[in-house]
């Protein structure tokens, strides 16, 4: 079924924080059995170790990426259906950085000499995303082991670059991102997706939770994301007289060690541990 255009708009427009808010809502007040039923408020921190983007690169110029480390905070809402199961909605927001080198003898650009081109790119940015997870707890040494996986959406924003670059002479040119000597075009260049697409992600992880008093439980545990959505930067290279085009796949995949502190909050006739 084709859904109306100005649907479409506003869905793809739209901040993934009040739909899963709705959504959040929705099974919020699923009935459920009181005395089994159970709600957390979360707050996390995730550091995390992000994945070395992806190069394809046709061009006789060596391009590689590098692995960098990031960090992302969390705050969720859980509801226990029962023991055992139950449903999260939250939002995250994080940031982190990868980075590019390029390295090519200046004899391959229009204007070059001798000596190589060696340039490093780091690329910052931000985001903010909504969640919606599967919980499923197991009871292990008077504690529990939470198990959760489900989708999360993102959007990219604040993206910032910075360039060192050394070449072995002065005088000889390699253009980045400008219009080289005698062309229309760059030398080399990187196309940056485009910071509204809205990204799908899915996580999954594993923690344990440890009772510290009848409100308060903390949690120590690992975190995965892995990018359904290709993040492509467009790669464009003008050098022995031809054009290569390739691209790196900057999707947001990390393992991260989550440090959370859950707050329980109980329904009437409620007061006890899930």
Not at 56 to 65: F, Q, R, Y
Not at 121 to 147: E, P
Request: proline fraction near 4%; aromatic fraction near 12%.
């Amino acid at each position: 079924m084709n859904l109306p255009k100005i649907w479409s708009l506003r869905w793809c427009n739209a901040t993934p924080i009040p739909i899963f808010v709705a959504i959040f809502f929705c099974f919020a007040m699923y009935p459920s059995d009181d005395l089994l039923a159970q709600g957390y408020i979360g707050i996390r921190l995730t550091p995390n170790f992000t994945a070395e983007p992806k190069v394809l690169n046709n061009s006789p110029a060596n391009i590689s990426t590098g692995t960098t480390t990031a960090i992302e905070a969390g705050v969720d809402y859980t509801h226990m259906l029962n023991r055992k199961w139950g449903l999260s909605a939250g939002t995250d927001f994080g940031g982190g950085n990868w980075s590019y080198n390029l390295k090519a003898p200046l004899t391959a650009f229009k204007g070059g000499g001798s000596g190589e081109v060696n340039m490093s790119r780091f690329h910052n940015y931000l985001y903010n995303s909504g969640t919606l997870n599967t919980v499923y707890k197991v009871s292990a040494l008077g504690n529990d082991i939470r198990i959760f996986a489900g989708p999360t959406f993102r959007l990219n924003h604040s993206q910032r670059v910075g360039t060192t670059r050394r070449r072995d002479n002065t005088r000889n040119e390699m253009y980045a991102d400008a219009t080289a000597a005698g062309s229309d075009m760059p030398d080399f260049s990187v196309e940056y997706p485009d910071n509204s697409r809205l990204i799908t992600i899915m996580s999954a992880g594993v923690g344990y939770e440890h009772t510290i008093n009848n409100n308060l439980d903390v949690m120590l545990g690992l975190r995965t994301n892995w990018g359904i959505t290709s993040v492509k930067s467009k790669v464009t290279l003008n050098m022995n007289d031809k054009i290569y085009r390739g691209s790196i796949n900057t999707s947001s995949n990390y393992i991260g060690f989550d440090i959370a502190l859950r707050f329980r909050t109980f329904s009437d006739g409620s007061k006890g541990k899930s």
